[in-house]
């Protein structure tokens, strides 16, 4: 089994910085990419950030040139550098990490989010 831990979530000042970490343990093969998705009161679920194992990063257009993201392939850990904070930044931030098992097959594994409120 696959548990992803995240921490660093908060409230914060327009303009503002904060720094997500994700944490994956337990049974990890492989990590095809792990990434950031996000989820505003009373709308869907979005793409925020995604790295694979070699490094790619794909970015969510409203994020580009605020946020980074990084990974520290041995502790299998993600960090989210948020930075030039908006309100409609806010949502809870989920961590999310596929993995490729032994066999080949693919699995999907997401932490249970962090809250991030940026205020006006």
């Known amino acids: 089994q696959v548990q992803l831990v995240e921490s660093g979530g908060g409230l914060v000042q327009a303009g503002g910085s904060l720094r997500l970490s994700c944490a994956a343990s337990g049974m990890i093969f492989s990590v095809n990419a792990m990434g950031w998705y996000r989820q505003a009161p009373g709308k869907q679920r979005e793409l925020v950030v995604t790295?694979?194992?070699?490094?790619?990063?794909n970015y969510r257009a409203s994020v580009k040139g605020r946020f980074t993201i990084s990974r520290d392939g041995a502790k299998n850990t993600v960090y989210l550098q948020m930075n030039s904070l908006k309100p409609e930044d806010t949502g809870v931030y989920y961590c999310n990490a596929n993995l490729q098992g032994p066999f080949g097959n693919e699995m999907d594994y997401w932490g249970k989010g962090t809250l991030v409120t940026v205020s006006s």
């Open positions: 790295i694979t194992g070699g490094g790619a990063a």
